[in-house]
């Protein structure tokens, strides 16, 4: 098969990215280990933040805004709901500083930037937190919030479903429960080879996770690493004291992103609130991935981050999943082409912030096949950040 581009893991990043190739008419084709929208990476879990103010950094600021319009752009094409404009709210609940993605001071840097971009947003003390949302009413008097009404979440599942449907609408082929091997210079082209059909193109992207760091070599396996990471659906207390409509929520409650939780209102129909941790300090490889979630992650999760903290919620789980983050030293993006190949575009890690960035992504890195730059600058997540810790090692 030869395709002017291959784009390897479906995805987030991956999904985004051959629709909007494919949307411009290249010959592009996705490959994927399995069958995505699947649960075995980390683009799923039914749902994930969006927040227009992105404490992590400026860089974020535009990606996100596109993408909340792409996703809409979607919606109207389609008609399937991608985006729930709930709200987002971001608290401090401690006594000392908060980190969060390798962030200092997560709540006060997301107010900054809301104010630097002109954002629509509340800035909330405890008794304003309180009154508005009583589920966190347990939070300290030296609380602050930030309440962002343009923010909420977006179904992962129908996301990548949607975007993959229209790529293959627009002429793209898909190879699902293909697992690419290798990828090779082969006279001008670079040959994906796979347990599947092999593939020649001019171009391929990477988007494959948790996996970028086996099949790309070095620099990637230095830089990228797999953590686990558990999501939890615990069941509501009836009535539940969750008021209509409930936002999205990032609580911070000590100084490291262990010490920090985030979760989602009641999806309709559902009598359960979704909420999970970060870890960062256990390493671990594709292959040797726990997938189970134990009795005692869960008794853990609602002592930890429930009790004393989010009022209305019972000790019962009522679904749990496993997903990854792939991370890199400073928590931010590689979106960059590969150091020695130019023909291989290398997207990944995204730190487990990424796919609210997504469509925006895709649609960035189209233009760059198509039209040789961007209008959105990605500049930010390059390689070139970590030469000096390359030099070193």
């Known amino acids: 098969m030869n395709v002017d581009v291959a784009v390897v893991g479906l995805g987030a990043m991956g999904a985004a990215t051959l629709y909007q190739l494919a949307k411009r008419g290249v010959k592009v084709v996705g490959i994927d280990r399995f069958s995505p929208p699947h649960d075995q990476g980390s683009s799923h879990g039914d749902t994930r933040i969006t927040r227009q103010a992105v404490g992590e950094g400026d860089a974020y600021a535009p990606l996100v805004r596109r993408a909340q319009q792409i996703w809409r752009e979607l919606e109207g094409e389609t008609g399937v709901p991608l985006f729930e404009q709930c709200g987002v709210l971001?608290?401090?609940?401690?006594?000392?500083a908060t980190s969060h993605h390798g962030t200092a001071d997560f709540t006060e840097r997301t107010l900054e930037q809301a104010r630097r971009y002109g954002i629509d947003h509340e800035a909330l003390d405890a008794a304003g937190i309180?009154?508005?949302?009583?589920?966190?009413?347990?939070?300290?008097?030296?609380?602050?919030?930030?309440?962002?009404?343009?923010?909420?979440?977006v179904r992962p599942e129908q996301c990548i479903a949607t975007q993959l449907q229209l790529a293959r609408q627009h002429g793209a082929q898909l190879l699902t429960g293909v697992t690419v091997t290798a990828l090779e210079d082969d006279q001008g082209q670079t040959r994906v080879v796979s347990d599947g059909p092999t593939v020649y193109a001019k171009r391929v992207i990477v988007c494959a996770g948790m996996w970028n760091?086996?099949?790309?070599?070095?620099?990637?396996?230095?830089?990228l690493r797999v953590c686990r990471q558990t999501l939890y659906w615990f069941e509501l207390e009836q009535p539940s004291i969750f008021p209509s409509p409930s936002p999205t929520f990032i609580l911070a409650h000590g100084p490291t992103d262990e010490d920090l939780c985030y979760g989602f209102p009641p999806l309709p129909g559902e009598n359960s609130m979704k909420i999970a941790t970060e870890q960062y300090g256990l390493s671990t490889a594709p292959d040797a991935l726990?997938?189970?979630?134990?009795?005692?992650?869960?008794?853990?999760?609602?002592?930890?981050?429930?009790?004393?903290?989010?009022?209305?919620?019972?000790?019962?789980?009522?679904?749990?999943?496993?997903?990854?983050?792939?991370?890199?030293?400073?928590?931010?993006?590689?979106?960059?082409q590969h150091p020695t190949r130019p023909a291989i575009t290398v997207v990944s890690a995204c730190s487990g912030h990424g796919f609210k960035h997504s469509a925006a992504i895709g649609e960035a890195l189209a233009q760059q096949v198509v039209d040789g730059h961007s209008e959105l600058d990605l500049s930010a997540f390059s390689l070139a950040r970590f030469a000096p810790r390359e030099a070193t090692v």
Do not use: W
């Open 90 to 96: 971001v608290m401090t609940s401690s006594a000392t």
């Open 290 to 336: 726990n997938r189970q979630v134990t009795e005692e992650e869960c008794a853990e999760m609602f002592a930890g981050q429930l009790v004393g903290k989010i009022a209305g919620v019972k000790p019962k789980a009522v679904k749990t999943a496993v997903c990854t983050y792939t991370v890199t030293p400073d928590f931010h993006f590689i979106i960059d």
């Open 130 to 153: 309180r009154a508005r949302f009583p589920q966190f009413a347990p939070v300290l008097d030296s609380a602050t919030g930030y309440y962002e009404p343009g923010g909420g979440y």
């Open 213 to 223: 760091a086996g099949l790309l070599g070095a620099p990637f396996d230095q830089l």
